[in-house]
């Protein structure tokens, strides 16, 4: 069928009919960008109004691609790379055309083309506003700043930034600086300001804070943990978050001058109350520039420096020194030492109890905790009046040490009434801002030592047993830091009228060597500052042998002990096991036992000892007194005790009677000369000593 559309109905004739965009001449896009670029000072004066152009037409700025005020995006406005941008505060970047279709707020490529069409093919008849080209007497006619400082979160994402410009104005260096806030796109600083250099300040123990950020760079060059907040000295310390620094040791680096040094005192205060864990100020020499910092040091050891600036601002006290000659005194009145527990830990004094690892020195630390609390004497057989005491723990969580007492007063039959009120325990354990010396040369954390005993006062503890000693610490274990620390915890005891016990550590030894007192970590610097030391020795498989057992890793005994103010306790050569208790939620968990060394002598009574010498006396041929002859007397005797001679335990356990049979006269050694052998044979025959009295 054939139409004929001249039959069809008139169209109106009103309003012209538009055209749709896929019908109009399509515009060359390269064509359109040398129209742009070969004015392109000139297009972008007409997009930005608020931008400006370098003195020497180079590069065109503004504060965002949304028009603001500012130099954050740079637009390249010649060469090869004419008309690309990029903004330094968002990261984000692209060409003139990104540039005209956000500025004219148009929705695609092809409006955009258009648009830039319609005004380049106009641009004879229209007049154009070129930007202005600001004078180059400021510092913001130089373009790009000098630097530009970013603040990230803990995480490394940017919050902020600060740019620096630097110029000179009659012969004289200026600078400026100019915040910026990403999250509001603007130049401003943000409501609650970061710190500079966040992410590195999350395992700082020491920070070194300064004013501005050129001088935390110095530092931070040197590997030195530095910060600084934004705006320095002038900045309003409530508008900073300084709370990355609470538990941590802070010193400040004050310019030098005196808005430095009263910013340093103002700052010292206020971190202090924030909760930092220790805060100082460092003294700046007297030699050195007016606003001298860190940044202009940059070329000094700026480890040693600091060193030295911390020892001047903490010059050491003259303390009197007074002679007095002996004159009478009561001796009578003179105080007793205070024992706490066991004669090893004592009031004002502190204690230190080393091993190797694994040994059991937490687990006896946990034991004697719950035996002074409750006063029961379980290990000591001694009771006394219960007290209070702290143990700390930085190793195990809090649960595994609530299990272990639970496991403690499970195997005791001990009811949790009676430690309640009296036995606190704590773990260390995610808790790094809890350290009491740190740096190389040892600094005490005053801030913390003080914090603890205004607690310990308040809550009348006893004794506190802090566990192991080295995860308080950030410093290396040189004589000298241990030194420093012992002395400060002796001091804390004495202050708090309580004991302390360190749970302590053994240098590393080589394969086979027996560890001593001499062996602990610290050296003598450590057991010098304290009254008592002992060290925990595990059992070695031949004393397992000789005591029967199937393993020695179970056992341990206090194998060393000294005490400067009375002779060793009873607690020398004690032994202990470790037994398995099942708790209550259904796991097996170690707990300490006291344990005797077996008695060889065990089930022998004096007739049985009687009739093993009338058996010797009898016997054909005598019994040879060597353990590897086949005619060993232990295989004679064996049978009689009920003990297997061929055993390694069982063997030991005879060897160790036979002697003692032989130092008291029961039995006694014959040399006899053996043609076989060529030389005397020691054989063992009847002593003198019949248990049961007379003679066969």
Not at 117 to 138: C, E, F, Q, V, W
Not at 168 to 175: A, I, M, T
Not at 272 to 301: C, F, M, Y
Not at 638 to 661: C, E, H, N, V, Y
Request: charged fraction near 25%.
């Amino acid at each position: 069928m054939i139409l004929d559309f001249n039959d069809a109905p008139q169209q109106s004739t009103g309003a012209p009919v538009e055209v749709p965009q896929w019908a109009s001449p399509a515009q060359d896009r390269d064509e359109v960008f040398r129209s742009l670029t070969s004015n392109l000072e000139g297009v972008l004066g007409y997009l930005y109004p608020q931008g400006f152009a370098d003195p020497k037409g180079r590069k065109f700025y503004i504060g965002n691609i949304d028009g603001a005020p500012g130099e954050s995006l740079s637009v390249e406005l010649s060469g090869q790379t004419a008309g690309l941008w990029y903004d330094f505060a968002t990261g984000e970047g692209g060409d003139i055309f990104d540039l005209w279709r956000n500025a004219r707020g148009l929705s695609s490529f092809r409006e955009t083309l258009r648009d830039a069409a319609d005004y380049t093919g106009a641009a004879i008849n229209l007049p154009r506003r070129m930007p202005t080209r600001k004078s180059p007497k400021g510092g913001e006619a130089w373009g790009a700043p000098a630097h530009v400082y970013r603040y990230h979160d803990a995480q490394g994402s940017v919050l902020a930034e600060v740019q620096r410009f630097e110029w000179e104005k009659d012969g004289e260096p200026k600078k400026t600086f100019r915040p910026w806030d990403v999250a509001t796109r603007s130049y401003r600083a943000p409501e609650t300001r970061p710190l500079y250099n966040l992410p590195n300040l999350a395992q700082a123990p020491e920070i070194i804070v300064v004013e501005g950020e050129k001088a935390a760079d110095a530092l931070i060059a040197q590997n030195i943990d530095a910060t600084t907040a934004m705006g320095g000295a002038a900045a309003p310390l409530e508008k900073t978050d300084w709370s990355p620094l609470k538990g941590r040791k802070v010193e400040i680096w004050p310019d030098n001058d005196p808005a430095g040094r009263e910013y340093a005192k103002r700052l010292k205060q206020h971190l202090e109350a924030e909760g930092a864990l220790a805060v100082s100020i460092l003294n700046v020499p007297d030699t050195r520039p007016e606003k001298w910092d860190a940044a202009d040091a940059q070329e000094e050891d700026l480890g040693v420096l600091i060193k030295s600036m911390r020892s001047e601002a903490s010059p050491a006290k003259t303390v009197n020194f007074e002679i007095e000659f002996w004159d009478d005194v009561d001796l009578s009145a003179i105080p007793r030492v205070r024992y706490v527990y066991n004669r090893f830990y004592a009031k004002g004094y502190t204690s230190v109890t080393a091993a190797p690892p694994k040994v059991g020195k937490s687990l006896l630390g946990m034991i004697e905790a719950v035996d002074i609390a409750t006063g029961r004497g379980i290990l000591t057989g001694e009771e006394q009046a219960p007290q209070r005491v702290y143990y700390y723990n930085a190793e195990d969580d809090l649960n595994t040490i609530r299990n272990r007492i639970g496991a403690i007063l499970q195997h005791y039959g001990i009811d949790q009434s009676e430690v309640r009120g009296r036995l606190a325990v704590a773990s260390g354990v995610g808790d790094d801002g809890f350290y009491i010396i740190s740096g190389p040369d040892g600094e005490i954390h005053e801030a913390q030592f003080r914090a603890m005993e205004e607690k310990c006062i308040a809550m009348k503890i006893d004794c506190i047993i802090l566990d192991p000693l080295q995860d308080l610490s950030r410093s290396p274990e040189t004589n000298e830091v241990m030194r420093l620390l012992g002395g400060r915890l002796r001091q804390m005891a004495n202050r708090c009228d309580m004991a302390i016990g360190l749970i302590h550590h053994t240098r590393k030894m080589q394969t086979g060597a027996k560890a001593s007192i001499d062996d602990m970590r610290g050296g003598s610097a450590l057991r010098g500052t304290a009254r008592f030391n002992r060290l925990l020795v595990p059992m070695s498989e031949d004393d397992a042998v000789k005591a029967g057992l199937p393993d020695h890793r179970s056992h341990f005994q206090v194998g060393d002990i000294e005490g400067n103010l009375a002779p060793p306790s009873s607690d020398y050569a004690r032994w202990y096991e470790k037994v398995s208790v099942q708790t209550e939620n259904g796991e097996s968990v170690g707990v300490i036992a006291p344990w005797k060394w077996p008695d060889a002598f065990d089930g022998i009574d004096p007739k049985t000892a009687s009739a093993v010498r009338k058996a010797v006396m009898d016997a054909d041929p005598r019994p040879k007194e060597n353990v590897r002859a086949s005619g060993w007397v232990g295989h004679l005797i064996g049978p009689m005790l009920g003990i297997d001679s061929t055993d390694k335990g069982g063997k030991a356990r005879l060897l160790s009677i036979i002697k003692t049979w032989i130092d008291t006269d029961v039995l006694a050694v014959e040399r006899v000369y053996s043609a076989r052998d060529g030389r005397d044979v020691p054989f063992v025959v009847a002593g003198s000593n019949d248990p049961i009295g007379g003679l066969e």
